[in-house]
């Protein structure tokens, strides 16, 4: 944008009364809710075209909430009805806001150019378009989906040759660091909250109004300014990629740990007491799972390719590469475990969701060990205490993952609680950290199983020594042979 369209665009809201937000998802949802909480005098409206997921926004019961968030209900207790609103009346809200957050979905593209790698912005697109037509008053529009870098160049293409006359808009990119499971908190207390703008008298009154917004309990210094390009890359590569990164290589680790008899709590440990390299993101685990990790990293990878750095391309592709064999290297180590062979027996699952406290289960590692286990021929009795039943089947009977429903539907169990998965199978298999996990009673649990009873942790919940005390063979993931059991060696 040129200094002269800023003149001709020259206006820009000059109170902010009313916001709105495209997309009730799991991150438009919990963002805009805790924005709601924390400033009463503004209008919070969060929009979707999918009429359900507003309904269950919209549940009496609380508890049927279409996210789970530790903390989430009360907020929306507390606020909905007051100053946030959920609806479906998409066009009023986006006229009436002076703000508009985009908070749509970015999938990986399953086709076209750049499919299985760059980011489908289709639902990006449609909103701006829709925002283009319907704006009848300047509005400040904010990335807060994770984007491509140089999204907001086309969405201010889209705004600019489909707006009214005279109506103008400034696009800030914002983007959410929000972890699942620990929303609420990330957003009552973020490390930073990112604003990214032009460098224009325009762009900078724009992040400055959205800045004022967050710092009523945001403290100033924890909220950044820099370009847009910066802002966009920022949350899709660098951030994302970066954990993802410390993840596969301590999962890397793990694996030789396994192999000589290290222990990979001892290493990460070890290891990130050095303040250069810090403690978080080293827990080794069957591998990591959720809708952000993968899908941003082979957009890293597109974009690499595209800016014709191949090395650069290949070297983020590994992070991928690494965290598919943990799964896989896992999940050959309980069928090597079970005497080479699980055809026919019955493994308990304990954990479906990606990570603990959330019902989420996009690119969760249980569905890859499904498939795998499937694909043995092993009968599967599955167990998470919040994602729903029929997303468990969903998920398994994804193309790509099962064949057929009826199958799938011989083959696995899907039950209500620890006991009713763990009676007469073989093996337990640890695939989220869930707290409850942690608090087993496993004297009760080897009762009930066949024996030898034998437990795989995929995400460090046991304690090894006590659960071999009981009578349990152990695999642990990163623990190397002297603390495993033995007789496997
Ligand atoms: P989601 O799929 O849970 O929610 C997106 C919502 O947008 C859906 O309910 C969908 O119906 C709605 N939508 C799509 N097109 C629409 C349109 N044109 N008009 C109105 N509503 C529309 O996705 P999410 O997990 O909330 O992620 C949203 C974005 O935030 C993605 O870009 C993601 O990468 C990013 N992000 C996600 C997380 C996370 O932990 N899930 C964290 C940070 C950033
Ligand atoms: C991630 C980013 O952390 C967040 O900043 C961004 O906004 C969205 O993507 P999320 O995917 O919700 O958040 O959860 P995260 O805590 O990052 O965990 C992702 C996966 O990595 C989970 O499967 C988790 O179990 C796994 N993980 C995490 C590990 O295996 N080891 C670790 O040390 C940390």
Redesign the pocket.
């Given at each position: 944008m040129t200094g002269s369209t800023d003149q001709v665009n020259a206006l820009l809201p000059e109170k902010i009364t009313k916001i709105c937000c495209?997309?009730?998802?799991?991150?438009?949802g919990p963002t805009c809710t805790v924005l709601a909480q924390q400033c009463p005098d503004l209008v919070v409206t969060i929009?979707?075209?999918?009429p359900q997921?507003i309904a269950a926004w919209n549940s009496e019961n609380l508890s049927e909430l279409p996210v789970f968030e530790p903390g989430l209900s009360s907020i929306v207790g507390e606020c909905r009805g007051r100053n946030l609103f959920f609806t479906t009346e998409?066009d009023r809200a986006i006229d009436e806001a002076q703000i508009v957050f985009v908070?749509?979905?970015?999938p990986t593209k399953t086709s076209g150019i750049g499919s299985g790698f760059a980011a489908d912005l289709r639902?990006v697109e449609?909103?701006t378009r829709?925002i283009a037509s319907i704006a009848s008053t300047p509005k400040i529009i904010v990335e807060?989906?994770?984007?491509p870098c140089r999204t907001a160049a086309t969405m201010r293409a889209i705004l600019e040759a489909n707006s009214k006359p005279g109506i103008s808009f400034q696009i800030l990119s914002n983007?959410?660091?929000?972890?699942?499971g620990t929303a609420v908190q990330d957003l009552l207390n973020p490390d930073r909250v990112l604003i990214g703008s032009l460098a224009t008298e325009q762009g900078n009154r724009a992040a400055e109004l959205l800045s004022e917004v967050y710092e009523r309990w945001v403290p100033k210094d924890r909220v950044l300014r820099t370009g847009l390009w910066s802002s966009e890359l920022t949350k899709l590569k660098a951030a994302n990629a970066l954990l993802a990164q410390r993840i596969s290589s301590i999962n890397a680790i793990s694996a030789i740990c396994e192999a000589t008899g290290a222990n990979v709590d001892e290493v990460a440990h070890a290891c990130g007491v050095d303040r250069r390299i810090g403690p978080h993101f080293l827990r080794a685990s069957v591998g990591f799972g959720?809708?952000?990790f993968q899908?941003?990293i082979l957009n890293l990878v597109y974009l690499s390719g595209s800016l014709n750095l191949p090395e650069v391309a290949e070297y983020w592709r590994q992070v991928i590469v690494m965290n598919e064999f943990s799964k896989a290297r896992f999940a050959k180590k309980v069928v090597q475990t079970l005497f080479n062979t699980v055809t026919a027996k019955r493994l308990a699952l304990l954990g479906f969701a990606f990570k603990k406290d959330t019902g989420?289960t996009r690119e969760s590692p249980a569905i890859t060990l499904c498939r795998h286990f499937r694909q043995e021929g092993a009968h599967i009795a599955i167990y998470d205490p919040k994602v729903p039943h029929s997303q468990i089947l969903m998920d398994l009977t994804e193309p790509g993952v099962a064949d057929d429903r009826k199958n799938i539907e011989e083959s696995i169990t899907i039950c209500s609680n620890i006991q009713e998965a763990c009676r007469d199978a073989e093996a337990v298999v640890i695939a989220t950290d869930w707290d409850e996990f942690c608090a087993i009673d496993w004297h009760d649990i080897y009762q009930i199983m066949r024996k030898p009873a034998v437990v795989f942790d995929g995400r460090r919940v046991v304690d090894p020594r006590q659960l071999r005390e009981i009578g349990f063979r152990v695999h642990a993931v990163g623990i190397g042979p002297e603390l495993q059991d033995n007789v496997w060696v």
């Amino acid at each position: 944008m040129t200094g002269s369209t800023d003149q001709v665009n020259a206006l820009l809201p000059e109170k902010i009364t009313k916001i709105c937000c495209i997309g009730a998802g799991y991150v438009g949802g919990p963002t805009c809710t805790v924005l709601a909480q924390q400033c009463p005098d503004l209008v919070v409206t969060i929009v979707d075209v999918n009429p359900q997921r507003i309904a269950a926004w919209n549940s009496e019961n609380l508890s049927e909430l279409p996210v789970f968030e530790p903390g989430l209900s009360s907020i929306v207790g507390e606020c909905r009805g007051r100053n946030l609103f959920f609806t479906t009346e998409i066009d009023r809200a986006i006229d009436e806001a002076q703000i508009v957050f985009v908070s749509v979905n970015t999938p990986t593209k399953t086709s076209g150019i750049g499919s299985g790698f760059a980011a489908d912005l289709r639902y990006v697109e449609a909103s701006t378009r829709r925002i283009a037509s319907i704006a009848s008053t300047p509005k400040i529009i904010v990335e807060k989906s994770t984007v491509p870098c140089r999204t907001a160049a086309t969405m201010r293409a889209i705004l600019e040759a489909n707006s009214k006359p005279g109506i103008s808009f400034q696009i800030l990119s914002n983007p959410e660091f929000l972890s699942e499971g620990t929303a609420v908190q990330d957003l009552l207390n973020p490390d930073r909250v990112l604003i990214g703008s032009l460098a224009t008298e325009q762009g900078n009154r724009a992040a400055e109004l959205l800045s004022e917004v967050y710092e009523r309990w945001v403290p100033k210094d924890r909220v950044l300014r820099t370009g847009l390009w910066s802002s966009e890359l920022t949350k899709l590569k660098a951030a994302n990629a970066l954990l993802a990164q410390r993840i596969s290589s301590i999962n890397a680790i793990s694996a030789i740990c396994e192999a000589t008899g290290a222990n990979v709590d001892e290493v990460a440990h070890a290891c990130g007491v050095d303040r250069r390299i810090g403690p978080h993101f080293l827990r080794a685990s069957v591998g990591f799972g959720g809708s952000c990790f993968q899908k941003d990293i082979l957009n890293l990878v597109y974009l690499s390719g595209s800016l014709n750095l191949p090395e650069v391309a290949e070297y983020w592709r590994q992070v991928i590469v690494m965290n598919e064999f943990s799964k896989a290297r896992f999940a050959k180590k309980v069928v090597q475990t079970l005497f080479n062979t699980v055809t026919a027996k019955r493994l308990a699952l304990l954990g479906f969701a990606f990570k603990k406290d959330t019902g989420d289960t996009r690119e969760s590692p249980a569905i890859t060990l499904c498939r795998h286990f499937r694909q043995e021929g092993a009968h599967i009795a599955i167990y998470d205490p919040k994602v729903p039943h029929s997303q468990i089947l969903m998920d398994l009977t994804e193309p790509g993952v099962a064949d057929d429903r009826k199958n799938i539907e011989e083959s696995i169990t899907i039950c209500s609680n620890i006991q009713e998965a763990c009676r007469d199978a073989e093996a337990v298999v640890i695939a989220t950290d869930w707290d409850e996990f942690c608090a087993i009673d496993w004297h009760d649990i080897y009762q009930i199983m066949r024996k030898p009873a034998v437990v795989f942790d995929g995400r460090r919940v046991v304690d090894p020594r006590q659960l071999r005390e009981i009578g349990f063979r152990v695999h642990a993931v990163g623990i190397g042979p002297e603390l495993q059991d033995n007789v496997w060696v």
